[in-house]
């Protein structure tokens, strides 16, 4: 299968509000339509996580943060770039997305990915993807796709092809807060 056809074949899972297994910029990520709160709710229960821990959203553009939160594009840049590691940023003000991805204060959790899979797969899709390790909560992340549990591999609706011979160890993103008074807060660095 081609990575075309391996993405185009994610996205149509997507749409019909299922679940995937897909390849990210840090680990192996299970993911769904960030705006569609059935979906949402169901990758917590895949992971067996509670409601209560946010996850984080995956978006191909830098206009999308502008688009899902109240920072200015600009600003989100400037905190993505800062780092040579994928950064995930904390934003205020989250709007269009599942509630259930927002914490208590009303912020969201955004990574700007620039990895070629998820990239692709979240411009074809037109939205932001929910982007959580895939593994149950309180196990190691998946760093590569042999690691990822067979619970975890049937509970998903599809899982890409994209990447499961590359053996590369990823971390986890870099986790900063934008705080209401414009500071930062590094939550995991």
């Known amino acids: 299968m081609t990575l075309v056809q391996d993405i185009n074949e994610a996205v149509a899972v997507l749409k019909r509000g299922g679940v995937i297994l897909y390849p990210t910029d840090t680990v192996w990520g299970i993911g769904c339509d960030a705006t569609n709160s059935r979906a949402v709710r169901r990758v917590f229960e895949i992971k067996r996580r509670a409601d209560s821990k946010a996850l984080i959203t995956l978006v191909a553009d830098i206009a999308d943060i502008g688009r899902f939160t109240s920072v200015d594009p600009q600003t989100a840049l400037k905190l993505t770039e800062e780092t ?43 939205r932001p993807l929910v982007s959580t390790s895939a593994n149950i909560s309180g196990e190691p992340p998946a760093a590569v796709f042999s690691e990822i549990s067979q619970e975890i591999l049937d509970a998903v609706d599809y899982v890409m092809e994209a990447r499961r011979d590359d053996c590369s160890r990823s971390l986890p993103s870099r986790i900063v807060k934008v705080n209401p008074d414009g500071e930062i807060t590094v939550i995991r660095p």
């Not at 003000?93 to 899979?117: F, K, Y």
């Open 84 to 126: 040579g590691r994928p950064t995930t940023v904390v934003y205020p003000g989250a709007r269009g997305l599942a509630p259930e991805l927002l914490a208590e204060d009303g912020s969201v959790g955004i990574r700007l990915t620039r990895e070629e899979v998820s990239a692709n797969l979240c411009r074809e899709f037109g």
